[in-house]
């Protein structure tokens, strides 16, 4: 856990007295709605189909169980019971009132959470691995250099009014959890043959409209040089994104446009004249944010204790502990994912009472840490072998017990048509009800690791792109249609899907995903060939002829 001093305190409580008088402005007609917007959109605040939407950071992914507490506090005070949490490592609250709003912002700025760049046109959260500090894959803690730039980036004067939003991934593993590659700047953290540690840098990814690929422009970034060179990528974009057209104004487009190479060499050039000044990293300043986060004083343990022999003789503990349980770096302790997809809910919601619960349960047994997924679940990453079965007996009365993780049950799908307001489908009731298909756990391990991926409308927050299946909604003569992409990954050998076929109707969608599991089995050469990598081995054209052509 990263330790906040009294600086980051005082600037979010000066920001919430600055926005309560902006909220009181409006409600009092001084200011109009479009007035108010770039306004609300500093500090996280969207209007959507319903009501105001409050928007709320959590820095690389990382809560203490009193800031998720908080999270309860204001779902329960100021919303409708429950926050949704989304793939940037965010939260959600769908029906906070304006005239409420800066009471639930002072509420989560006394524990050092609140709403600013989650939106806007600026660098928006930095996102890293979920993993981080506690999976033996990777060379660094990821999230000190994600706090670097979150320092550095937060109100950045040069930034703040970028051509198109910006966003920024680090990972520190050779399996990617981060989906750097599908960001405008990815980071991997590495160690090159002298065993220096630097960044691979890639630019130009991204999802939505236009979807791509990061480009790589750099194999080795030492990490004193790490601000530096964003800020001479940053400087880049900003002089040469387009501003004319908000569909071409991100800086895949800009990266396509002129080259990756022709990229590199403009910020090599603009790098060249800052990248020994100010900017650059010294040892002191890293030692420093390094020294303010505080890691748990782990005991000396065995790996399967008794306590956990025991318990595996249960079929129940022993789904969830192969569903949910990952290897962690210190012997005896293990890494926990805690599902929010149970079946027939909406993906990634959890309730004020669910959020109590795992609070309650960080502090008792993971050091009182919390942590976000891309994926749109929760994560406790240092929790002793030996208290696992008291933990899943404590989740699975909470309703936080599925045994579905990385399952085709286990999907990201943004808010949709139920709240969005750019939205032409929904997105909720067709991941409910693909859920509810694959509901059968035996069925669905059987099937084995399976993304599926869910977006109401093209902007992609759903990330269907690079779902192993991809789902995107689409509007037809007032109508709800599906298209469907297979093949998609976000990880270290990120791609984008590839489009199946032609759009299908709402309710066809089930059926439809169905088929295509269905030919996936028929064609995988063994139960171990994932169903992505049966899809990269045959192409589309054998599952479009069992999906379409034959029905």
């Known amino acids: 856990m990263y330790a906040y001093d009294e600086f980051d305190r005082t600037l979010l409580a000066e920001r919430v007295t600055e926005f309560r008088g902006q909220v009181g402005r409006r409600l009092s007609g001084a200011l109009t709605e479009d007035e108010f917007k770039p306004l609300r959109l500093m500090n996280g605040v969207y209007l959507q189909l319903h009501a105001y939407m409050l928007r709320v950071a959590i820095p690389y992914g990382t809560l203490s169980a009193d800031q998720l507490r908080r999270m309860a506090y204001v779902a329960r005070t100021y919303d409708r019971g429950y926050g949704h949490f989304t793939t940037r490592q965010n939260i959600q609250f769908n029906w906070i009132k304006l005239e409420e709003l800066p009471e639930a912002m002072a509420?989560?700025?006394?524990?050092?959470?609140?709403?600013?760049?989650?939106?806007?046109?600026?660098?928006?959260?930095?996102?890293?691995?979920?993993?981080?500090?506690?999976?033996?894959?990777?060379?660094?803690?990821?999230?000190?250099?994600?706090?670097?730039l979150r320092q550095y980036s937060t109100m950045h004067p040069e930034f703040s009014y970028l051509p198109r939003k910006f966003k920024i991934a680090i990972t520190a593993a050779d399996h990617d959890?981060?989906?750097?590659?599908?960001?405008?700047?990815?980071?991997?953290?590495?160690?090159?043959?002298?065993?220096?540690?630097?960044?691979?840098?890639?630019?130009?990814?991204?999802?939505?409209?236009?979807?791509?690929?990061?480009?790589?422009?750099?194999?080795?970034?030492?990490?004193?040089?790490?601000?530096?060179?964003?800020?001479?990528?940053?400087?880049?974009?900003?002089q040469f994104g387009r501003r004319d057209n908000i569909y071409k104004a991100r800086i895949k487009i800009l990266v396509h446009e002129i080259g990756a190479e022709a990229f590199s060499a403009e910020v090599e050039k603009e790098w060249e004249s800052i990248r020994d000044g100010a900017l650059q990293l010294d040892d002191a300043v890293i030692a420093d944010i390094r020294s303010r986060f505080i890691y748990p004083k782990f005991e000396k343990l065995a790996d399967n204790p008794p306590e956990l022999v025991e318990a595996l003789q249960d079929e129940r503990f022993a789904t969830w502990y192969r569903s949910s349980i990952a290897r962690h770096k210190v012997p005896g302790y293990a890494i926990l994912t805690v599902s929010l997809k149970p079946v027939g809910l909406p993906p990634g919601d959890a309730t004020a009472d669910q959020m109590d619960v795992i609070a309650d349960l960080a502090e008792?047994?993971?050091?009182?840490?919390?942590?976000?997924?891309?994926?749109?679940?929760?994560?406790?990453?240092?929790?002793?072998?030996?208290?696992?079965?008291?933990?899943?007996?404590?989740?699975?009365?909470?309703?936080?017990?599925?045994?579905?993780?990385?399952?085709?049950?286990?999907?990201?799908?943004?808010?949709?048509?139920?709240?969005?307001?750019?939205?032409?489908?929904?997105?909720?009731?067709?991941?409910?009800?693909?859920?509810?298909?694959?509901?059968?756990?035996?069925?669905?391990?059987?099937?084995?690791?399976?993304?599926?991926?869910?977006?109401?409308?093209?902007?992609?927050?759903?990330?269907?792109?690079?779902?192993?299946?991809?789902?995107?909604?689409?509007?037809?003569?007032?109508?709800?249609?599906?298209?469907?992409?297979?093949?998609?990954?976000?990880?270290?050998?990120?791609?984008?899907?590839?489009?199946?076929?032609?759009?299908?109707?709402?309710?066809?969608?089930?059926?439809?995903?169905?088929?295509?599991?269905?030919?996936?089995l028929e064609l995988r050469t063994n139960p171990r060939e994932l169903f992505v990598d049966t899809v990269a081995r045959l192409g589309t054209e054998p599952f479009k002829e069992r999906v379409y052509e034959a029905h």
Request: proline content about 4%.
């Open 177 to 238: 959890r981060a989906a750097i590659k599908v960001h405008d700047v990815g980071l991997r953290l590495h160690r090159n043959a002298a065993g220096e540690l630097g960044f691979e840098v890639l630019v130009g990814g991204g999802l939505g409209r236009t979807p791509f690929i990061g480009k790589k422009i750099k194999d080795f970034l030492p990490v004193r040089h790490l601000l530096s060179y964003i800020e001479a990528v940053m400087r880049v974009y900003n």
């Open 107 to 148: 509420a989560l700025a006394e524990v050092g959470v609140h709403g600013i760049q989650t939106s806007g046109n600026c660098i928006r959260n930095v996102t890293t691995d979920q993993w981080s500090a506690a999976t033996p894959e990777e060379v660094d803690d990821p999230r000190i250099w994600a706090e670097i």
């Open 364 to 520: 008792r047994y993971a050091f009182r840490e919390i942590r976000v997924g891309h994926e749109q679940n929760l994560c406790l990453p240092h929790v002793a072998q030996r208290d696992l079965p008291a933990l899943w007996r404590a989740l699975d009365a909470a309703g936080l017990a599925t045994p579905n993780v990385n399952l085709v049950s286990d999907i990201i799908a943004c808010p949709g048509l139920d709240y969005c307001a750019l939205a032409n489908a929904r997105a909720i009731p067709v991941a409910q009800d693909i859920a509810r298909r694959f509901a059968d756990l035996d069925r669905a391990r059987g099937i084995g690791r399976l993304h599926v991926n869910i977006s109401g409308c093209i902007n992609a927050c759903g990330h269907h792109h690079v779902g192993h299946i991809g789902i995107l909604g689409v509007e037809k003569n007032g109508q709800e249609f599906y298209q469907i992409t297979i093949g998609g990954r976000a990880d270290e050998q990120a791609q984008l899907g590839t489009l199946l076929g032609p759009a299908v109707s709402y309710e066809e969608v089930p059926d439809l995903i169905e088929r295509i599991v269905d030919a996936y």
